[in-house]
Structure formats: C-alpha cells, structure tokens
C-alpha cells in the first residue's frame, strides 16, 4: 500500500504495537524479489504505484515523473546537473565501502553527466538500480533487549505523512509535504531538531530526491540543499553525513526491503559493526523514506545506547 515506502510503515507499525504494550517482542521483516522481471516490465509495474488516473495508467514511469520534478527544481533554483551528479558520486563512495552494497563502482562526475539520458534531465546514473534482497529487525521493549542481553539501539521518534499520489496535484512539486509531515511528527516525539542529527539514511530513488529529502527533513534551507554533495557537507565525514551505506543510489533499491534495510544501517552504524563505512561519534541518527513520488513517507529516529 506504500510502495517503496513499505517496510518503513511496515516497521512503524511494529514499533507502535511494542510501544502500546501489545507485545513485548517483535519481527519486522521486509522482502523484495524482482530482478528476474527485468527491467522494462519492472519500471512498468511500479508506475502503477503512481497516481493511476493521471499518471501511471497513462504511459507515466517514476523515471519521467521524477524528471519533471528534478527539472522544475533545477529551473526555480537554478541548480545544475553538476548538482545532482555529486549525490550519485558520493553515494557510490560510501557503497564502495558497503559489502552488501548492490553497486560497489567508483563513478566522477563525468561518468553520470555522460551516461545515457533515461529521461531528462535525470541519466543512468541518477536513477537507483532495482535490487533484490531482504532485511530484518526485532523490536522490543528495553526491558526485553537487557534480558536477552544483546546489543540494541533506540527509536526515539517516528512520524508518518501523506500527500497527493498525483504530481499534478501537488502546488510545488520541488517539495514533498509527507516528508515535512512524518519529520516534525518523529523531531517532536524525540524531543530533537535537525542540527541534533549525526547521519542519516534518506531515500534516494534519484539523485533530485534526495536534494528534496535534505531540504524537507530541516538539514538545508529550500533551494540550497544541491550544493551539499558538491561541496562535501553530505559526505561521510561531512557536517551531516547522508547515505553512509550508499543509498538507493548504490546499495541499491529492493523496494519492500529498503525501509527495514536502513534500520539495519544505523544498527550497524551504532553497534561498531559499519566497518569503514562507520560514522564518527555519531550519537542520533534520522531514516527517511517514501513511497512513490511521496504519496507516504515514513521518518524514524534512533539514539544510540
């Protein structure tokens, strides 16, 4: 029901039911096999996720919706593709460090502004790989976790929004208002702002959506956040580090598995088991994910123990 944004509700939902008292333990497990579709059929069955009216059941992919987005934003603020070619250059930097990583290649940005135009102005290498794999976490209550004795991370924060399925329907689309939603939602049940977080895993599908995604979760000021791959801020050892494990970008994007797989991450991060991938001294941590061109999207918060 939330597309690529599944295993993030999936794993609020599982947080919900232990934070209620319902349950003392639970799994959460996300799971995507589609690979084996290939990739035309693949890119048409998820455009169904899209609006199906307006968009998907009209000839639309995510590809070509994402497009549109990605050219509004460079014409309002007069970004470039430069800018968008940093994010997948840095991403493929922290894959390269992932050995779960989908896409372990070193790419410059010449190698995305002279890959073959998908739809434009988004190229091969602005677009995430579709992926199949799989992740899991077991949510409990602190009480369980020191029983058991293993080692364990917080959620301190979780939040969800919609909004419109259709683009068009949107006032501006160089923004997602889920997004906005889900994150004051998790910032305020944390207790935190934005400055408060260390790293985060955010969803980008494209290279413009996660630009958007900085900007909507509070890290930069609209229209500003397509400099901060460019000028190393979003970098592993940045100011706020972004996609430490790579991102959709080159970890790679199995859809009902992504949400869950970034959990995974900051576990990993926060349990010293992110070999050189790890942040330094990172304390909180943000996930950020949404389905279709945001019509769900799912923010979580975690601290480390």
Do not use: W
């Amino acid at each position: 029901e939330s597309a690529c944004g599944s295993g993030s509700v999936m794993f609020r939902e599982a947080y919900a039911n232990v934070a209620a008292g319902f349950y003392d333990c639970v799994l959460a497990v996300g799971v995507e096999k589609i690979t084996h579709t290939g990739t035309s059929l693949s890119t048409t069955l998820f455009s169904y996720c899209s609006d199906f009216f307006f968009e998907g059941g009209n000839g639309a992919s995510f590809p070509g919706l994402f497009a549109s987005i990605a050219r509004a934003y460079l014409t309002k603020y007069k970004a470039t593709e430069e800018d968008l070619a940093y994010v997948a250059v840095k991403n493929h930097e922290n894959g390269l460090l992932n050995p779960k990583a989908h896409i372990r290649k070193a790419i410059t940005v010449d190698d995305v502004l002279n890959s073959p135009v998908v739809a434009s102005p988004l190229k091969v290498y602005d677009c995430c790989p579709f992926s199949d794999g799989a992740s899991a976490v077991i949510l409990c209550t602190e009480e369980f976790a020191k029983k058991v004795g293993n080692k364990y991370v917080k959620v301190i924060g979780s939040g969800r929004g919609g909004s419109p399925a259709a683009v068009q329907a949107r006032e501006d689309i160089t923004t997602i208002p889920s997004t906005i939603i889900a994150a004051n939602q998790a910032y305020k049940m944390a207790g935190v702002t934005p400055k408060d977080i260390d790293f985060a895993e955010v969803h980008d599908c494209f290279t413009i959506a996660e630009i958007i995604d900085i900007e909507d979760l509070g890290f930069f000021k609209k229209g500003t956040g397509g400099i901060a791959a460019r000028e190393g801020i979003t970098h592993r050892n940045g100011e706020i580090p972004i996609n430490p494990s790579g991102g959709l970008k080159s970890k790679g994007h199995p859809i009902g598995a992504t949400g869950v797989g970034q959990v995974v991450e900051v576990f990993e991060q926060f349990t010293g088991s992110a070999g050189d991938r790890s942040v330094k001294d990172a304390e909180t941590a943000l996930t950020h994910n949404f389905g279709a061109t945001g019509a769900s999207a799912a923010v979580h918060i975690f601290q480390k123990v």
